[in-house]
């Protein structure tokens, strides 16, 4: 049974096919997995994501054919309960690690107003100096080293990379069973990068923590993501095992993605040119009908117009396209 089945979120500004920001999408994230949620700017990672844990925008109507998480039906509790549910299942870290933190109180005191919301059945967390031990604790896990200071500072006063860090460490103490992380490499140097991405990795590994991680850079998060889903403009094109995506691209954006890709990541000969994607990415209200993609896919035809069928293979590997077929390599 997966830890997270949603099946069919549509977001929508007003009626029609043009109006849906959030096109159908559907994840499926299997317990102790960790799915990328690969996309461009603007193309509806963080809607989705706050979809996920109850937070609507104002002026948008939400809908969903299925949301289970851990077998339950979140879709038939009431408010309340669903707010309750889903608060206790999963923690969500915001592309700014700011955003997640108070920032008129220090560190020190947040971690206290975490680790009291967890309901332990035990009374040894009640001994005195137990959640000063389990900070600590927390903090040297994640590698933080000087976490004496950091305790005692306000956001304000840390770097984004300790933001960053002191969030994990409250996802530990909060124990979730789903991780949510939007764009937490964003604007990282590739030492910091590295940092993150291992420590994401240690504790997938350790606690085993289930993760959806939003990125528009898939390369970083490759070898960490043990299967991606790829979004363009609010449709999933593609999903799949990150490998069997990597070596088995089957929709044209992921095939022109994964080329640059391979581009930037090589030499190109002096006279060969830097491919680039034609055309310019859709903005709602002037979505395209039907492949979202089509405006600016080399192959497109007429019938393109129309929603593609999704082409499944046994593996799991799941795509959108008119075109692409099981066989093709």
């Avoid at 499926?28 to 700017?41: C, E, F, K």
């Avoid at 991680?213 to 990150?242: F, H, R």
């Amino acid at each position: 049974m997966p830890l997270l089945d949603l099946k069919n979120l549509s977001i929508s500004r007003g009626e029609g096919e043009r109006n849906r920001i959030i096109d159908s999408v559907s994840l499926t994230i299997d317990q102790g997995d960790i799915r990328a949620l690969v996309g461009v700017s603007g193309a509806g990672m963080s809607l989705i994501m706050t979809a996920i844990v109850g937070i609507r925008r104002s002026g948008l109507t939400y809908s969903a054919e299925r949301y289970r998480i851990d077998g339950t039906d979140v879709l038939k509790l009431s408010p309340a309960k669903k707010r309750k549910f889903i608060g206790k299942k999963i923690f969500i870290i915001f592309q700014d690690p700011r955003m997640n933190l108070d920032p008129a109180m220090t560190i020190r005191r947040q971690f206290r107003e975490v680790l009291s919301l967890r309901n332990f059945h035990d009374r040894w967390y009640r001994y005195p100096g137990w959640k000063k031990r389990r900070m600590e604790n927390l903090l040297i896990r994640v590698g933080i080293s000087n976490y004496q200071k950091v305790l005692g500072s306000k956001p304000g006063q840390l770097t984004d990379i300790e933001c960053r860090k002191v969030n994990i460490a409250l996802a530990l103490a909060y124990e979730p069973e789903l991780l949510i992380a939007d764009e937490p490499l964003s604007a990282m140097s590739v030492s910091s990068e590295s940092q993150i991405l291992s420590l994401l990795d240690s504790v997938n590994k350790n606690e085993h923590l289930t993760m959806l991680i939003g990125t528009n850079d898939l390369a970083p998060i490759a070898n960490l993501a043990g299967s991606v889903s790829l979004l363009y403009a609010g449709q999933i094109v593609e999903t799949g095992k990150t490998q069997a995506v990597l070596s088995s691209p089957k929709h044209p954006y992921t095939r022109r993605l994964i080329k640059s890709m391979n581009e930037m990541g090589g030499a190109l000969d002096h006279d060969e040119m830097f491919s680039e994607l034609g055309g310019i990415f859709p903005s709602w209200p002037e979505l395209p009908v039907g492949c979202r993609f089509g405006p600016r896919c080399p192959i497109a035809e007429r019938i393109c117009l129309r929603t593609p069928p999704a082409v499944k293979l046994p593996q799991g590997h799941v795509w959108r396209c008119h075109f692409s077929k099981p066989d093709e390599e």
